[in-house]
T-cell receptor
């Protein structure tokens, strides 16, 4: 399968714990995006990378969230000191560097904070 | 600012047509359409770039009115497999390549 993959698919954690998610983009895609989706809502942009450079981060994103893409391939999203409000589906997408920037989504990681 | 979709929900009988609209208050570079089934990731349908083009494949097509910052998704001769929530994602001019997703349209196709 050459699509976007994410790991784990589900994560249950207790409030205050740290969690880390991984995303592997489509191999030839330079751009990688993270989104968050809550029930009944559309995905909400968190951050995106071109190769290893983080080009933009949502102003709404708490400092507890950090993302990396150290070698320009896979990316990790870490949430520190999780809160119940962090419970959501975390989606990763990837696209080519040039237009038309079609973004293809992975299956997501569903986070439940208890 | 989040684009507005209409209608919020629609129920069709198999074979009927539907139109889903997406409207933005900002100048758009592109509009992306996705379908999402419950518990699954959004699936890319098509992208429309600034220029007012219309696209389509199979029985799903879309248009982009650049002057009005509106896009419409047309579903013809609907099939059961078309059921799901449809989202438009918009890229604003000068806003980078992140997508701002609309409020979603729930579509259900029945026999």
């Amino acid at each position: 399968d050459t699509g976007v993959s994410q790991d784990p698919r589900h994560k249950i954690t207790k409030r205050g714990q740290n969690v880390t998610f991984r995303c592997d983009p489509i191999s030839e895609h330079n751009r990688l995006y993270w989104y968050r989706q809550t029930l009944g809502q559309g995905p909400e942009f968190l951050t995106y990378f071109q190769n290893e450079a983080q080009l933009e981060k949502s102003r709404l994103l708490s400092d507890r969230f950090s993302a990396e893409r150290p070698k320009g391939s896979f990316s990790t999203l870490e949430i520190q000191r999780t809160e119940q409000g962090d419970s959501a589906m975390y989606l990763c997408a990837s696209s080519l560097e040039g237009p038309p920037y079609e973004q293809y989504f992975g299956p997501g990681t569903r986070l439940t904070v208890t | 600012q989040q684009p507005v979709q209409s209608p919020q929900a629609v129920i069709l009988r198999e074979g009927e047509d539907a139109v889903i609209n997406c409207s933005s208050s900002k100048a758009l570079y592109s509009v992306h359409w996705y379908r999402q089934k419950h518990g699954e990731a959004p699936v890319f349908l098509m992208i429309l770039l600034k220029g007012g083009e219309q696209k389509g494949h199979d029985k799903i097509s879309a248009s982009f009115n650049e002057k009005k910052q509106q896009s419409s998704l047309y579903l013809t001769a609907s099939q059961l497999s078309y059921s799901g929530t449809y989202f438009c994602g918009t890229e604003i001019v000068g806003g980078g390549n992140k997508l701002t997703f609309g409020t979603g349209t729930q579509l259900k196709v029945e026999l």
